[in-house]
């Protein structure tokens, strides 16, 4: 079988600032007071025909011409000025919250526009029974464009909590333009086995059984995709000739949906390696480690398109919003590449993915090499 040797170029993080996607701030304010959830105001979606929504899957999931669809996006308009509730906290800071209900969903997440996070202020994500949070959001999760895509919050009830400490009281902003009720599942099985999970086909493994022990480096360079808000793809972060830690991430043209600022890109989202639920004999899981907070919390945000091609079926992004201290602190991999012509002497290709949204698959393929192209790769560890 024809296999070019896999070179591992260390990086040093001497050099780089630290960064992290959301900044630990030790929870919600009101996690830690006895600030009532119940005193808030919610906005109840209105709902969706399932059916035509369904239809319209059927369709999709058939052509896979864009991305999978997990979510119905409902377009709102929720400020810090027109909805919502203000209260001034004895310390002079003052603390808005916003409930969203969707009922029956599986998760909720949003997309915000003119997002304006002064220093110190924070933005948190929670449902309503305190299990599950995303965040804090601070000024370092600012763009020129003012967009955010959040990741999901699981079940029908989210609460958007803001808090200003005094001295920026009044300078923050945002705007709630989307809020997204996910219907098919991304990160964890019901009772009836809804689509997401397991909806890969028989050829797709969990990346941690043997098939994928050669390629250990490259499927910690795969990430899952959340594309404008209510969609799916992947794509592996790639390494470039300086070794200078450039998130540069490739994946499909196809994907290109909507505005890549408010994209998330998911890493190590997968069943580990010992973890009882690991299938591979078959593609079924059940609800496990993958489940975790960890398992999505190494979430990076926003990218700009460098190239794309539609013939080709490719784009290449850079990351706005992670470095390689986020690399490191994730134990993610610079998957590499290189353009020799060695087409003819193929045997095997490797495909590692997240498909139809699923937890991360690898799969194989056999051919004399004809009818197939491949890249052999010089990556990066951190």
Request: proline share 2%; charged share 20%; with cysteine.
């Amino acid at each position: 079988m024809k296999r070019k040797l896999l070179v591992i170029c260390a990086l040093a993080a001497a050099g780089f600032s630290l960064n992290a996607q959301t900044t630990d701030l030790g929870g919600p304010l009101s996690w830690k007071s006895d600030i009532r959830v119940d005193q808030i105001d919610y906005e109840v979606m209105r709902g969706f025909d399932a059916n035509i929504v369904a239809a319209e899957d059927a369709v999709n999931d058939e052509n896979k011409s864009q991305p999978w669809r997990f979510g119905y996006k409902y377009d709102t308009d929720f400020s810090l000025q027109n909805s919502g509730t203000w209260e001034t906290l004895s310390d002079g800071s003052k603390l808005w919250r916003l409930g969203i209900t969707c009922e029956n969903a599986i998760t909720i997440n949003l997309l915000l526009e003119n997002v304006n996070i002064p220093a110190g202020a924070s933005l948190y994500l929670f449902d309503g029974d305190k299990t599950n949070k995303i965040g804090a959001y601070t000024v370092r999760n600012n763009r020129e464009d003012g967009e955010l895509g959040t990741e999901m919050i699981f079940g029908e009830n989210m609460i958007v909590e803001y808090h200003e400490p005094a001295n920026v009281a009044g300078q923050g902003s945002l705007t709630i333009s989307s809020v997204v009720h996910g219907y098919r599942t991304l990160t964890r099985i019901q009772n009836d086995l809804t689509r997401a999970l397991n909806s890969s086909g028989d050829c797709n493994i969990d990346v941690n059984c043997p098939l994928g022990d050669p390629w250990t480096n490259q499927i910690r360079s795969v990430a899952m995709i959340i594309v404008n808000g209510n969609g799916a793809c992947t794509g592996a972060l790639i390494n470039n000739t300086c070794d200078d830690g450039t998130p540069y991430f490739l994946t499909a043209n196809h994907c290109l949906s909507g505005n890549t600022s408010n994209w998330a890109f998911r890493f190590n989202w997968e069943v580990a390696e010992g973890d009882p639920t690991l299938s591979c004999a078959t593609t079924t899981n059940t609800a496990s480690s993958y489940n975790l907070s960890s398992s999505y919390d190494q979430t990076a945000n926003g990218a700009t398109v460098l190239e794309s091609s539609g013939n080709s079926d490719f784009a290449l992004l850079e990351i706005d919003n992670m470095d390689v201290n986020d690399a490191i602190n994730w134990g993610v991999f610079y998957a590499g590449w290189d353009n020799t012509d060695v087409q003819s002497a193929v045997t095997e290709v490797i495909g590692i993915h997240h498909p139809s949204g699923d937890i991360k698959k690898i799969c194989r393929a056999f051919d004399t090499g004809n009818n197939i192209s491949h890249s052999t790769v010089a990556g990066a560890d951190v």
